[in-house]
């Protein structure tokens, strides 16, 4: 690696919930390099009957296209199999990226994790 490059690495982790939510929470960059391991997360997280799906955007440093596509096919999928998902914490810039791409009337997003775990609306 030379010195003007840098790796990335995103870090994504699962927690279930007693009432069937799924919080998926990542840290580092949403990118083209880092796509397929929320894809992927999000692909397993999808699997069950009525997907109830909380992502935790708090830790995300930068998202490009690539990484907003996952959130919006993870979005589709939750919506098609009965479930919902939904965005938490997203930083300013995350949230201004999402309003201005025009995704926060599709995609719901809350100031918290908390939030939108309370938020008992079925999407």
């Known amino acids: 690696m030379d010195a003007g490059s840098r790796e990335e690495v995103v870090h994504v982790s699962v927690v279930g919930n007693p009432d069937d939510s ?9 990118d083209i390099d880092s796509n ?3 894809s992927t ?24 296209s690539t990484g907003l596509s996952a ?6 999928r939750a ?6 998902l939904r965005l938490a914490a997203p930083s ?20 918290t994790v908390a939030d939108a775990l309370a938020d008992r609306n079925p999407g």
């Open 41 to 64: 997360t999000l692909g397993q997280v999808l699997d069950r009957d009525h997907p109830m799906i909380i992502v935790d955007l708090s830790g995300v440093n930068f998202c490009d």
């Open 79 to 84: 919506r098609a199999g009965g479930g919902w």
């Open 22 to 30: 799924v919080v998926v929470t990542v840290r580092g960059d949403l």
């Open 71 to 76: 959130l919006v096919v993870g979005h589709n």
């Open 92 to 111: 300013e810039f995350l949230g201004r990226l999402l309003d201005t791409v025009g995704l926060t009337p599709r995609i719901p997003v809350y100031a």
């Open 36 to 38: 397929t391991v929320l």
